[in-house]
């Protein structure tokens, strides 16, 4: 069965460095999510992206953030500067296709901040 | 999105049906009943989803009450995997591409 996979799974960085997450969708979908979990929280939208521009974004989604898609088939989140409050589990997710509104989630990477 | 409420924490014995309740009294006449869960350590992972009629698949089932204001995941028979937190979500259209918004959930335990 078709997955979504993320890379590095763990990533720990230092504040005011950047960092990119990556993250390949499942091959037929179009359109493509960020979603993070600080420990202990809910699930938070973050960013959706389609024909490559983004299409919804939370508040939490700030200038800090932006995405990419720079191939057909990466999907990336960067940040530009961390903060020690940008450590959470970053989820990614696409959904579309024979799937339809159906998001399909990857395993996630766990950023941590120092 | 309509708000939904579920109860914080549920528990079962492995191998009974396990019903899950969710709530949602401001439901509109097109919001589509999402059901997503979330293992330990693991993204989101989607169950079910239904507007008016019962719905079934190798997962689970989902009942929804007639008036839509309130809907019920059923487990038919738990086992140690489903431990998870159990995410009722509603939303106003069932197009791809909007965002879910995750509540607390309910948090499933099950016991051997």
């Known amino acids: 069965e078709p997955e979504v996979t993320q890379t590095p799974s763990h990533q720990v960085t230092q504040m005011g460095q950047e960092v990119i997450l990556r993250c390949v969708p499942i091959?037929?979908?179009?359109?493509f999510y960020w979603y993070r979990q600080i420990l202990g929280q809910k699930v938070e939208f973050l960013v959706s992206?389609?024909?490559?521009?983004?299409?919804?974004k939370s508040e939490i989604f700030d200038d800090q953030f932006s995405v990419e898609r720079p191939d057909g088939s990466n999907f990336t989140l960067k940040i530009r500067s961390t903060k020690l409050e940008d450590s959470a589990m970053y989820f990614c997710?696409?959904?579309?296709?024979?799937?339809?509104?159906?998001?399909?989630f990857g395993p996630g990477t766990r950023l941590l901040v120092l | 999105d309509a708000k939904t409420t579920q109860p914080n924490s549920m528990e079962s014995n492995e191998e009974e049906p396990v019903h899950l309740p969710c709530n949602h009294s401001?439901?509109?006449?097109?919001?589509?009943i999402h059901w997503y869960r979330q293992l330990p350590s693991q993204g989101p992972e989607y169950v079910i989803h239904?507007?008016?009629s019962n719905v079934n698949n190798r997962m689970a089932s989902l009942a929804i009450a007639e008036d839509r204001k309130s809907s019920t995941l059923i487990l038919h028979r738990a086992t140690l995997r489903d431990a998870a937190v159990y995410y009722c979500?509603?939303?106003?259209?069932?197009?791809?591409?909007?965002?879910?918004?995750f509540g607390k959930g309910t948090t499933l335990s099950v016991s051997s």
């Open positions: 239904g507007l008016t």
């Open positions: 997710a696409s959904s579309g296709g024979t799937s339809g509104s159906t998001q399909y």
């Open positions: 992206f389609y024909n490559n521009e983004i299409s919804e």
């Open positions: 091959s037929n979908h179009l359109y």
């Open positions: 401001t439901i509109s006449g097109t919001d589509y």
């Open positions: 979500i509603l939303r106003a259209t069932n197009q791809a591409g909007t965002a879910l918004i």
